[in-house]
């Protein structure tokens, strides 16, 4: 009871969940398979920023050749872009080919915005989601602040210029990848 009334209260404020998500010891290693199987859908060579770094596990199942930004809401070593995805400004992160978020839009107050910034800097996402579909109870206990079915999500990565070109289930979440139409095509 007490998560769910301090997810209202941040999801109201849109304030991020800093002391959970500082300590690494409430990282499960059990996200880990997650993390790779993303990997799987990222192309060699890519100029990889993964939000919601972490444990720094994704870069030692990259492809070969690409390149790797940590970016999480506290510093998680050199390279670190430290970045509150609830913020009320988002810095300008570069120029990536691809952007990580494994287990991390669930707790974004702002998706479309977040989406509109990276538009402009990213080919592709790759990210895992909890859609409503496979996971509709107790979102607010487990610290989420948004609701998306799969279909809401499709439409708000399309209304930021992003397509999907693959997804596929994992456990009760979605993984996908979603190429950016926009930056492709100018």
Sequence with gaps: ML???????????????????????????????????????????SSVIEFGAGRLVLPSALPEGCSYTPSDLVDRGPGTIVCDLNGPALPDFGRYSTAVFSGV???????????????????????????????????????WVNDYSRTQLMAIFASSGFECSHEHTWKSQMLFRFENTALSSG
């Design 105 to 143: 839009l669930e707790y974004v107050n702002d998706v479309p915005r977040l989406l509109g910034h990276l538009a402009k800097s990213v080919d592709a996402i790759v990210c895992s989601y909890a859609v409503t579909d496979l996971s509709p109870r107790e979102r607010l206990r487990k610290g």
């Design 3 to 45: 998560q769910t009334i301090a997810t209202l209260i941040r999801k109201y404020l849109g304030r991020s969940d800093y002391a959970t998500w500082s300590d690494l010891g409430r990282h499960s290693a059990k996200w880990d398979t997650r993390t790779r199987e993303l990997a799987l859908l990222i192309s060699e060579g």
